[in-house]
């Protein structure tokens, strides 16, 4: 089939293709311009599908996004880009389309770590939590009323899961290998406020447990959990909270540094090929993209937020309609929110190698508290429970670099708690993943 006519692409049709395009407008780009996405859904918003959608609160039709400027552009939803070919400058579509493109922006995103098909992965009643049709089907499933529900996996998914269903009044078992809910992002010393949450809201939880595999029964619907240590967890629906990894399948063998983790670029959100250099018509964006945050020491990180997604899209919509040398870093301090068992969480900056935190307002048995992150004597990060006055402060002495804790003399502030974030030991190593797509 022929190409289309060239002219700006987008791949990727959720949060971050739908800004960055209404950002190339707005920029003044007057071009053609394509949205591609491999999910027949118009792009919507993905936060409520954990909370309002799975509670019955919302429909998932009713999570689409407002388009915030005029596209006129052309929607190609529903196929899959599958391969990228550089030098003929063309993308191809699972539908067998070729589309042309003079710049592409890639912001395909993450998907849902699925359970293993080998071990039990393709029966009925396991469910990913990531996109609208995972809510809708694990909705139904909730609505037919099962009789013991087993979340795998400790992280926020999983615990906005537990917490929006246990106020469903659903039986909940959430089982993680780390000693606490949250422990890789947070630490066990706030991980444990979320775990005392899970256990008081009256789920069951299981550290230091890891699922090996599940059975079924006749029907071939889950029956059962396997564990590593023997053990048998009975359980008829399972939402696989694994994490995710990054959408970078269809760029294998199109020379760009990318892999499970992400699209490496430059500081300027352009894709890097196989020898490091940036490419002049490749941008990515939100969180496919894997780039050097200079405020953690230019290494590459991708990032996997809301804000972000936003963001680095209307940033690298910026830099696609500028010249070679008017190419602007995309300067960032990653920033999430999280609602669980009545508490808002609320994040700033990257925790990962922090050596120290400090409780500086609030206190971590009243469930209402601020922490911040060292490394090296110097602030990192900091996470709110439900005490989100002081944290606008303490992102601002984030970046700008200030020593760790960096406000030590607020008025309402009671004794300072310092101690060890208490992150667990990295996890055995995976099967490597190839360096280069």
């Known amino acids: 089939m022929s190409p289309e006519p060239a ?15 209404e950002a190339l407008r707005r920029g003044g780009y007057d071009g053609p311009l394509t949205l591609v996405g491999a999910e027949a859904h118009r792009p919507y918003d993905r936060p409520p599908l954990s909370k309002h959608v799975l509670a019955g609160e919302l429909s998932p039709e009713a999570t689409r996004l407002p388009e915030l400027a005029s596209l006129r552009a052309r929607w190609r939803l529903g196929s899959a880009a599958v391969a990228l070919d550089r030098t003929a400058r063309a ?63 400790g992280g926020l998914i999983g615990c906005e899961a537990a917490s929006c269903l246990r106020d469903l009044g659903l039986p909940v078992t959430l089982v993680d290998p780390n000693p606490t809910p949250l422990a890789r992002s947070l630490g066990t010393l706030v991980g444990g406020v979320v775990a005392a949450c ?6 069951v939880f299981r550290p230091g447990t890891q699922v090996l595999s599940f059975e079924g029964d006749e029907a071939g619907r889950v029956a059962r ?108 301090l990653p920033a999430y929110w999280s609602s669980q068992f009545g508490i808002n969480i609320k994040a700033v900056g990257l925790t990962e190698g922090a050596d120290s935190i400090a409780v500086v307002q609030g206190s971590r048995a009243s469930r209402r508290f601020l922490a911040v992150y060292g490394r090296a ?52 190593s995976r099967p490597a993943e190839p360096a280069h797509a």
């Open 225 to 332: 959990a396997r564990l590593a240590d023997g053990g048998v967890i009975e359980a008829d629906l399972v939402i696989a909270a694994l994490g995710a990894t990054r959408a970078t399948g269809w760029l294998r063998g199109a020379g760009l540094m990318a892999d499970a983790g992400g699209l490496t670029c430059d500081a300027a959100c352009r894709a890097r090929d196989t020898d490091g250099a940036p490419c002049p018509d490749i941008y990515a964006a939100g969180d496919v993209a894997r780039w050097p945050i200079r405020l953690y020491g230019g290494r590459p990180v991708s990032v996997e937020h809301w804000g972000n997604a936003v963001e680095q899209a209307v940033h690298a919509a910026r830099n696609m309609l500028a010249g070679p040398g008017d190419q602007r870093p995309y300067e960032h």
């Open 91 to 153: 993308i191809r579509l699972a539908d067998g389309a070729a589309l042309a493109y003079e710049k592409l922006l890639i912001a395909t995103g993450a998907e849902a770590r699925p359970w293993p098909v080998e071990t039990g992965g393709g029966l009925a009643g396991i469910h990913t939590l990531r996109g609208c049709d995972d809510a809708a089907a694990l909705r139904a499933d909730l609505v037919a009323g099962p009789r013991r529900v087993l979340i795998v996996g």
């Open 7 to 21: 002219g700006i692409v987008v791949v990727g049709a959720s949060l971050a293709g739908l800004r960055g395009a």
């Open 377 to 428: 004597g110097r602030s990192i990060a900091a996470v709110s429970f439900d005490q989100a006055r002081w944290l606008p402060a303490y992102a601002a002495a984030i970046a700008a670099g200030a020593a760790f804790p960096p406000i030590v003399d607020a008025t309402d502030q009671p004794r300072v708690e310092t101690a060890v974030p208490g992150f667990p030991p990295s996890r055995a």
């Open 198 to 203: 899970l256990r008081e809201s009256g789920a």
